[in-house]
Structure formats: structure tokens, C-alpha cells
């Protein structure tokens, strides 16, 4: 391993298994993180953030020898597989290690459930020593403060606020939410704290005694920013040189109207974009959407599903040359070394 690729950060990345955080929350994850360590099967979100690890930890039962291969030069600190810790848990120890006092985990939130209560208890542990851990997942951050300790976050208006006590004995005070709270007692178990909404600007929490978890649930992001990302301009152009009737149709109707629709999340509707544009033979507008399926949270196990569940129905040749369109982009995109 060579001791210069994982510098002393004062704030790592994790990357974990679960969901990808949505784009908007991007910024905020990767701002100013001086060492990348990927968590396991979390080295798939490293092609979709764009970043390349500084060290992969984990027992590897959840990463596929292909992705691996795409990182010959990063070292790998592989643990058994009938370890007594989490994934997670491994990679915060090398963070640590490595002069960590602050640590922000992708896909720490979503998919299964066991893991996302234990990384919000792992998280809760590390407060307790005085080291920050902010869990990201789809729209949701979750952080975690002890006895004595202030959390303030800038938030838009309506977005939702909760609150949830670790242990007994917890009070709280909190302002700049709809339903402010001070010097309250915030029982073990109970719902008190739970869908508050922030009122627009500064939200404090200041913890009293015990432990609690924040959890924010962000705004919904505008469809067209979240897939089409740095591309969006040039997207738009393209389309209304082609037409521009036709480019308002399809920003209006598809982007606004059709994927702002409830009942299926954005990364949902982008696998079905994938698979409808792998049955038409699409390949130009399919990068679009590929692009899009990643960055709204679809791993690239899933997008593959999608193109080779498209292929039962439309043969082989099409899903062949769909997967060809997703090897050349994830092969053409920079990363961060």
C-alpha cells in the first residue's frame, strides 16, 4: 500500500452499498473530502461520483472481479467473511486511522434495513467519541449529536425535519422548524419528533442530554437537473435545434409533467427509459438516460438488468448494442485521482 494515496484528511468519504445519494446532495458529499474509501460493494457508486477510491475495505462478497479489475492500483484491505463488523464499520476504522476526525457516508441510507439502523447507531457511537458521521441516501442525511453538542443546518422552507432520541433521557431544543421545541423532553421511542419541517433558513439543534439522530429528508430535485446534470445545457440546445416546438414538448411534458409524477421514484422511471430505449434501438438518446439511471440513485447492476430483461423481448442485438453505449460511457467519464 503506498502511504501517500490515503493522505492524514480531516474529512474522509465512504462509499457504502446502499443508495446513491441524489445529485442535488452531491456538492455536500464530496466537497472537501481528502481521502475516498470504498465500503465493499460501495465501489460501484465510485464510477457514478466519478471519484476513485484510495482504499477498497471489505470482505468483497458484494463486488464483481470486473469492477475490481477497473481499479488495478488501488489497494484493498480484504477482511473474512465471517468478520464481526460491518463493511461500514471496517472503512471508518481505516478512516480514523488515516487522521479522520469527520466522515461522510453514500449510501449509508436506503436498501436494506438492518444496515441503515446500524449505520445510524454507528454513527451515534462515533458522536459519542466526538468524531462526526453524516450518513447520505437517496433524498435522506441523517446525523447525530450528544449531550452538549449543536447541530445547525441551512434548509429550505417545508423541507422535512425529524428528530429521533437514542436513548432515555433525552432533551433537545430546536428552532427554526414549524413546530420549535425548547428544552424538551424527547422520549425513548415516541414519534414527538418526528416530520417537523424546517422553516426556511437556519435550523438549530442543540442537544441537552442524551443522544439523538437528525434525519432530513431534501426537496425533491427537478427531474431535467437530475438527469441530464452538467449536460443539461447542451441537452437543451440540442433539442431545439432540432425543433424547438418539439424541444418544449418534451422538457414541459416528459420532464416536467410525466417525471414529476408520484407513484414511481426518478430512478425507477429512468430504468423503465433505459429498457423502453433498448427495445427501440434509441442508442443516441439512450446515454441520456443511462446517465440519468445512475445519477438518481439505479446501480449498475440494475441498469444492466434492465437492458438484459429488454433483450427477452427485443433479441439480443439491440440489448448488445445498448451495452455497449453503457460500457463506453462509464469507460469515457473523468475521475477524481
Known sequence: ???????????????????????????????????????????????????????????????????????????????????????????LEAAWSRGATG??????VGGRLDQTLAALLIAARAASTGREVVLYGGRYEARSAVTGSSIVRELPGGTTVSLLALQEGCRVSIGGV???????????????????????????????????????????????????????????????????????????????????RPGLDLATRELLAVALLTSLGATEELTTHLRGALRTGATERQVREAILHAAVFVGFPRALAAMRVLGQYLDDRPRRS
Open 1 to 91: 500500500m503506498t502511504d501517500g494515496r490515503v493522505i492524514r484528511p480531516t474529512t474522509a468519504l465512504i462509499l457504502a452499498g446502499g443508495t446513491l445519494p441524489t445529485p442535488a446532495l452531491w456538492p455536500a458529499l464530496l466537497e472537501g473530502c481528502g481521502a475516498v474509501i470504498a465500503a465493499d460493494g460501495g465501489l460501484a457508486h465510485a464510477r457514478v461520483l466519478r471519484v476513485t477510491p484510495d482504499l477498497v475495505v471489505g470482505d468483497l462478497d458484494s463486488v464483481e472481479p470486473s469492477l475490481l479489475e477497473r481499479y488495478p492500483d488501488v489497494p484493498i484491505e480484504r477482511h473474512r467473511a465471517d468478520k464481526d463488523q460491518l463493511d461500514l464499520e471496517l472503512a
Open 103 to 108: 466522515v461522510r457516508v453514500a449510501g449509508a
Open 178 to 260: 414549524r413546530y420549535p421545541l425548547h428544552a424538551a423532553d424527547l422520549p425513548w421511542g415516541s414519534g414527538l419528533g418526528v416530520s417537523n419541517e424546517a422553516a426556511g433558513g437556519a435550523v438549530r439543534l442543540d442537544v441537552l442530554s442524551g443522544t439523538v439522530a437528525l434525519l432530513i429528508e431534501h426537496p425533491e430535485e427537478d427531474p431535467r437537473a437530475a438527469i441530464w446534470g452538467a449536460q443539461s445545457e447542451r441537452i437543451g440546445a440540442a433539442l431545439a435545434a432540432a425543433d424547438p416546438d418539439l424541444a418544449a414538448l418534451i422538457e414541459g411534458f416528459v420532464y416536467t409533467d410525466m417525471f414529476s
